[in-house]
């Protein structure tokens, strides 16, 4: 009988790889949390329709994408491909929005999208996202965009582009949206491209083929069609930005691929990634929750690509300072000494000090392989003759000293050693 394997365009995480991702995550996460955002944990399967209106009918996600089933009660459900509507529900259903706003939440978690497998784009996915809900203010949408820049910045990555834009309000977009219609009409385009101009016409400016790029030369821009109010609102958030030292390109084009963003929309992009370039994004959606069947809640947020980022650090050549592993291992030679020996790695570990054990009986030859293997500072060698002195052997693995350390002391001098 053949063993299993994981699904086609899906990946399982293992150390030492794993390392990365986990180091990507806080990354991430980390100036989320110094700037007051709580953490945020929705299901991973939402009724379909939330994605349906939430993301767009006529998005990929939704008519190409989207994982669905039908339980047996009947109930159409959809694996999540995304998060912010799942986070707006779970916000609405929660009445967060009759509290304090913004109700600033992150999260971290996968999402599934039928695709076509290929480097940087998989079947499920990991992102980490922030959501800041209920308050319209440039500066919410500029403290979003630089909290992002600056995760990216601490990774070390050097080479990631931040692209900016407006796609305006309820005010504006729809005389805009009517002139792009009148263009996209005249275009030789295909039926699917075709349909796409009376759903959402935006979606065409974004799609990435040579053949209709070419034809698009000429077309409207919305940042002509801006009203006065989007235009000042978008020249605060550019003004903010740049006085934090964030650099943006002004792309006219940027539209995202989800029907809900409004005013501020921005891609993060990495040239080390070929076509798969954008490794987060995201933007203000002032609409989004009356589509969803909730009040009047203008919002902004972004979600950033775990797996992506990864790929980006490994195209620059770039190592994440990874979480602290193993720091002392333990070396028991004999039963006595083992019983004994595994009582000091239960106490350092109680004190905080990652340590391992020789497990299975090995010798001394295969034990210290172990220990250097494990990426260990100190080995602790403990023989029966050692225990009937009362003493441990404590070995420093880089420099090959070895001293003997009364048993009794040997967690504080231990802990002592690596300050």
């Known amino acids: 009988m053949s063993t299993f394997s994981a699904p086609k365009g899906t990946y399982d995480l293992i150390p030492p790889d794993s390392a990365q991702f986990l180091a990507v995550r806080e990354a991430f996460s980390a100036p989320l949390r110094r700037a007051g955002y709580g953490y945020v944990e929705t299901p991973g399967f939402e009724h379909a329709g939330l994605f349906s209106r939430g993301v767009g009918e006529s998005t990929d996600i939704v008519t190409k994408e989207m994982y669905t089933l039908t ?15 799942s986070v707006l529900r779970a916000a609405l ?131 002509d069609h801006l009203c006065e109010g989007c235009k000042a609102y978008h020249e605060q958030v550019r003004e903010l930005l740049a006085a934090a030292g964030v650099a943006f390109e002004d792309d006219p084009k940027l539209v995202r691929g989800l ?15 070929g076509s798969q370039s954008a490794v987060g994004g995201g933007g203000r959606y002032d609409g989004l929750s ?54 000091v790695v239960t106490e350092l570990r109680r004190e905080g000090v990652a340590a391992d054990f020789a497990y299975g009986g090995r010798g001394m030859k295969n034990a210290m392989k172990s220990a250097n293997r494990s990426g260990a500072r100190f080995a602790l060698v403990l023989g029966d003759r050692d225990l009937a002195e009362g003493v441990v052997q404590l070995k420093d693995l880089q420099s090959g000293e070895q001293t003997s350390v009364p048993l009794v002391r040997v967690v504080s001098e231990v802990r002592a050693k690596l300050g």
């Open 93 to 223: 259903q929660a009445g967060l929005h009759r509290g304090a706003l913004p109700a600033k939440l992150w999260y971290s978690g996968s999402y599934y999208r039928y695709e076509r497998p290929q480097a940087g784009r998989y079947r499920h996915f990991s992102q980490v996202g922030a959501e800041a809900l209920g308050t319209e203010d440039p500066a919410l949408d500029a403290e979003l965009v630089i909290l992002a820049a600056d995760a990216f910045r601490a990774l070390g990555l050097r080479q990631v582009r931040l692209l900016l834009n407006s796609l305006g309000d309820t005010e504006c977009r729809p005389a805009y949206r009517a002139a792009l219609q009148d263009f996209l009409r005249g275009l030789d385009l295909d039926e699917e491209t075709r349909a796409r101009i009376d759903i959402n016409p935006l979606r065409v400016l974004d799609d990435k083929r040579e053949s209709v790029q070419r034809q698009l030369t000429g077309a409207p821009m919305m940042r």
């Open 71 to 85: 339980t047996r009660g009947g109930d159409e459900l959809a694996l999540r491909p995304e998060g912010t509507a």
């Open 259 to 273: 029907d809900y963003y409004t005013r501020t929309t921005f891609e993060f992009v990495h040239d080390g990634l």
């Open 290 to 343: 009356q589509m969803i069947g909730g009040p009047e809640l203008p919002s902004v947020g972004w979600a950033l690509g775990v797996d992506r980022t990864v790929l980006a650090l490994r195209s620059e050549g770039v190592e994440p300072v990874l979480p602290g592993g193993v720091r002392v291992f333990a070396v028991p030679l004999g039963e006595d000494a083992r019983r004994a020996l595994f009582g």
